[in-house]
């Protein structure tokens, strides 16, 4: 049971857009920024967002990051089927220096 | 550029031990802190807790506390993770991953590839 709660799949065609939501608490998010992970099938994690949403250099501006309150969501735009994987969202509690990830989200790109 | 190359994928019976490493290359080692995440088949990223490059001090996550160390060897740039009386469900990948830290907030910037251990008699 993950402390962060993502939607075990999301799915949508080639060129549509898609969202995928993560919600957690006043303890992490709510007080937190949060970073967004895509992992490849096979592959290691890469960061696609941080400090909510900023992205690292080499991330296309198809992929955003928002938050709201103790939520956060992540957008992706004119999906591809390269983009099928899967989605963690995660924050950092500086209190505890602690770390923490949703359940992960399956992107299907139909 | 940032490379984090871990050790190869290890076999072990239940009630073993075994150190994976992860070596750092293309930054200053002592700069950034480094965190260990496990992902067992199929299922999702678990953070394992992190160890201070600096000052070698280590926070465990919950769970993780008793059969798992996080050490480090400054000299070569390399950290690791020994887990010792492996159980079953230890079989997992384990990442290493770099603490990128601005002002409040952490993230994980580069990854290792994964080591997977696999615990079986």
Same mark, same amino acid.
């Not at chain 1, 709660?5 to 006043?26: D, E, H, L, N, R």
């Not at chain 1, 924050?91 to 139909?110: E, H, I, K, N, P």
């Not at chain 2, 950290?79 to 159980?87: D, F, N, R």
């Given at each position: 049971?993950?402390?962060?709660?993502?939607?075990?799949?999301?799915?949508?065609?080639?060129?549509?857009?898609?969202?995928?939501?993560?919600?957690?608490?006043?303890?992490?998010?709510?007080?937190?920024?949060?970073?967004?992970?895509?992992?490849?099938?096979?592959?290691?994690?890469?960061?696609?967002?941080?400090?909510?949403?900023?992205?690292?250099?080499?991330?296309?501006?198809?992929?955003?990051?928002?938050?709201?309150?103790?939520?956060?969501?992540?957008?992706?735009?004119?999906?591809?089927?390269?983009?099928?994987?899967?989605?963690?969202?995660?924050?950092?509690?500086?209190?505890?220096?602690?770390?923490?990830?949703?359940?992960?989200?399956?992107?299907t790109v139909l | 550029q940032v490379q984090l190359v871990q050790s190869g994928s290890e076999l072990k019976?239940?009630?073993?031990?075994?150190?994976v490493s992860c070596k750092a290359s293309g930054y200053t080692f002592t700069t950034y802190g480094m965190c260990w995440v496990r992902?067992?088949?199929?299922?999702?990223?678990?953070?394992? =807790?992190?160890?201070?490059?600096?000052? %070698?001090?280590?926070?465990?996550?919950? %769970?993780?506390? =008793? /059969?798992?160390?996080?050490?480090?060897?400054?000299?070569?740039?390399?950290?690791?993770?020994?887990?010792?009386?492996?159980?079953?469900?230890?079989?997992?990948?384990?990442?290493?991953? /770099?603490?990128?830290?601005?002002?409040?907030?952490?993230?994980?910037?580069?990854?290792?590839? =994964?080591?997977?251990?696999?615990?079986?008699?």
């Amino acid at each position: 049971q993950s402390v962060l709660t993502q939607p075990p799949s999301v799915s949508a065609a080639p060129g549509q857009k898609v969202t995928i939501s993560c919600s957690g608490g006043s303890s992490n998010i709510g007080n937190n920024y949060v970073s967004w992970y895509q992992q490849l099938p096979g592959t290691a994690p890469k960061v696609l967002i941080y400090e909510n949403n900023k992205r690292p250099s080499g991330i296309p501006d198809r992929f955003s990051g928002s938050k709201s309150g103790t939520s956060a969501t992540l957008g992706i735009t004119g999906l591809q089927t390269g983009d099928e994987a899967d989605y963690y969202c995660g924050t950092w509690d500086g209190g505890l220096s602690a770390g923490v990830f949703g359940g992960g989200t399956r992107l299907t790109v139909l | 550029q940032v490379q984090l190359v871990q050790s190869g994928s290890e076999l072990k019976k239940p009630g073993a031990s075994v150190k994976v490493s992860c070596k750092a290359s293309g930054y200053t080692f002592t700069t950034y802190g480094m965190c260990w995440v496990r992902q067992a088949p199929g299922q999702g990223l678990e953070w394992m =807790g992190w160890i201070n490059t600096n000052t %070698g001090n280590p926070t465990i996550a919950q %769970g993780f506390a =008793g /059969r798992f160390v996080f050490s480090l060897d400054t000299s070569v740039s390399t950290a690791y993770v020994e887990i010792s009386s492996l159980k079953a469900e230890d079989t997992a990948v384990y990442y290493c991953a /770099r603490l990128f830290c601005s002002g409040a907030t952490c993230w994980f910037d580069f990854w290792g590839q =994964g080591t997977m251990v696999t615990v079986s008699s």
